[in-house]
């Protein structure tokens, strides 16, 4: 059976999508600034800043805290309390790609259109490739779907790449997902077996930093108000065709 739609019908059908889209909340979910209030760049804590969520070191990568404003500075609007959180002792080179750096684990129960956003400092030894792969069940890890494989870029030795971005609005199951998560891993260049540099001029280190700053998970979930105009909507719809 075909069902023809009306110039009220298709117009009823706009009016509530319209108010849907609207009425939906944007909400952080998580974030993580790593500054704990001490007024110092040299600490810091890996307690989130809004939320609920837990940040683990992932293979033999280790930790401290230093300056979120040094060099270009990153996107966190603190100053005299700006601190990142700073990875180091990565693989030797030539060995264990994708193995060692950060991991964030987020519930995203009720929410969906799930973003992720984070600023990443590169020190002119580290590798100047990362990628970053996703959870659904809290232990295997995948980059599938997403846009250049997860892969990111930096390019430049000691600087912030500020706001790097992953929509996984598209990734089944990441939505309303206690069991959500990803991380954040140092790679091999592409298509080679040895890690190189953001800075060119540099040779590959161990000791080499990555930074974190302002780790960001979005999400949308729509009001209670916006489902009830979408309800009525659909019913003037339905009266329509009747």
Do not use: C
């Amino acid at each position: 059976m075909t069902i023809l739609f009306g110039r009220q019908d298709m117009k009823s059908a706009i009016i509530a999508t319209a108010l849907l889209a609207a009425t939906a909340n944007a909400d952080i979910i998580t974030q993580w600034t790593f500054n704990n209030g001490d007024g110092s760049t040299g600490t810091g804590t890996t307690a989130t800043a809004i939320g609920l969520g837990t940040a683990s070191l992932v293979g033999g990568a280790t930790a401290t805290f230093a300056s979120g404003n040094s060099g270009t500075g990153s996107s966190d609007p603190e100053v005299a309390d700006d601190s990142g959180w700073n990875l180091s002792t990565w693989a030797a080179q030539g060995t264990d790609s994708g193995t060692r750096g950060a991991r964030f684990d987020v519930s995203t129960a009720g929410f969906q259109n799930i973003i992720v956003t984070w600023d990443n400092r590169h020190s002119n030894t580290s590798s100047r490739y990362v990628r970053f792969e996703y959870t659904l069940d809290g232990s295997t890890f995948s980059s599938a779907g997403l846009a250049n494989s997860g892969v990111f870029e930096g390019n430049l030795g000691d600087t912030w790449f500020n706001n790097r971005s992953v929509d996984l609005s598209s990734i089944a199951g990441v939505a309303n997902n206690a069991n959500f998560g990803f991380r954040v891993v140092s790679i091999f260049a592409p298509g080679s077996s040895a890690y190189a540099t953001s800075n060119p001029a540099s040779s590959y280190g161990t000791t080499g930093t990555l930074r974190f700053d302002m780790v960001t998970i979005n999400g949308i979930i729509p009001s209670p108000a916006s489902a009830a105009l979408m309800g009525l909507g659909l019913l003037a719809i339905g009266r329509r065709r009747r």
